[in-house]
């Protein structure tokens, strides 16, 4: 997945955060230490008693030294709060027991399978889904790693809701993108690509992860995108027919739900 963004979510952008947190009271210590370089050192003036002109350097040292503990502890305290990272989109799990459809609970690792029929809509097949794909890529190369999926929904065999999926199951970089990547990020790269507006984020779902969607420009007009993502898949929804935002994302939970094993 390419970065369009700096990843605000990312571990090295909180890393970055927490620099900038103690940058300041490093600064601050340094200054006081270095302007108070002859304060710390008085002189024993004449006539005058040694031990006591040390005891005073020393009383004066430890001035110094609980100044700096406090702005470093003040620092550390203010460092921890900053540092919020996201966690990578492997590291997601789902928000409530999902069946195996054995009697158990799924595992993280999902089998994706595209339902022939979920809600109204029909997956295309055979020349249908063939004439279907060769218009949308209009002799482009089909993207490697992801299975499309085409469907109708109201028996005209033409196409009504497209979704695309990459997943760790049969395409080992998922898992590496998703080492590193957060949903949040793995969003914005796609929304960004699909030149999305008003993108909101919905609830996701018995497989947590992430559930979006937002605006794009169709031919006639905006059309909804949707995307998904948990630790091991990512798919992509792009609905032909106008509709909500809210009613988009229930089409796409109910055809993730449905695909997922």
């Known amino acids: 997945m390419i970065v369009a963004y700096v990843d605000t979510t990312s571990q090295s952008f909180a890393i970055g955060q927490v620099v900038g947190v103690l940058t300041l009271p490093l600064i601050a210590i340094v200054l006081l230490w ?28 430890l001035i110094i030294v609980g100044l700096t503990a406090l702005i470093a502890v003040g620092a550390g305290v203010q460092a921890v709060a900053s540092y919020n990272p996201e966690p990578r989109a ?35 097949t055979g020349e249908a889904a063939e ?15 992801m299975k499309f999926g085409y469907y109708d929904k109201d028996g005209d065999e033409n196409l009504d809701l497209l979704v695309a999926v990459r997943s760790a199951e049969w395409d080992p970089k998922v898992r590496a993108e998703k080492a590193t990547d957060s949903i949040s990020q793995e969003f914005r790269n796609y929304f960004a690509g699909a030149k999305a507006h008003d993108v909101t984020r919905f609830e996701p779902g ?25 630790a091991t898949t990512f798919g992509a ?20 739900n449905t695909a997922m094993h």
Request: glycine share 12%; aromatic share 4%; net charge positive.
């Open 237 to 256: 929804v792009r609905i032909v027919q106008p509709t909500t935002l809210a009613d988009a994302a229930k089409t796409t939970l109910t055809l993730r």
């Open 131 to 145: 004439q279907t794909e060769a218009a949308l890529f209009a002799g482009r190369k089909r993207p490697e790693g």
């Open 34 to 61: 270095r302007l108070t370089r002859s304060w710390r050192a008085p002189s024993t003036p004449a006539g005058g008693d040694p031990a006591a002109t040390l005891r005073e350097e020393r009383r004066r040292c």
């Open 206 to 230: 018995p497989y947590g992860g992430g559930l979006a969607c937002g605006l794009s420009q169709g031919p006639d007009g905006d059309q909804a995108v949707c995307a998904w993502s948990d």
């Open 90 to 124: 492997s590291e997601t799990v789902a928000t409530s027991p999902v069946s195996d459809g054995q009697g158990g609970q799924a595992g993280p690792s999902r089998a994706v399978v595209l339902p022939d029929s979920f809600a109204d809509f029909r997956l295309l």
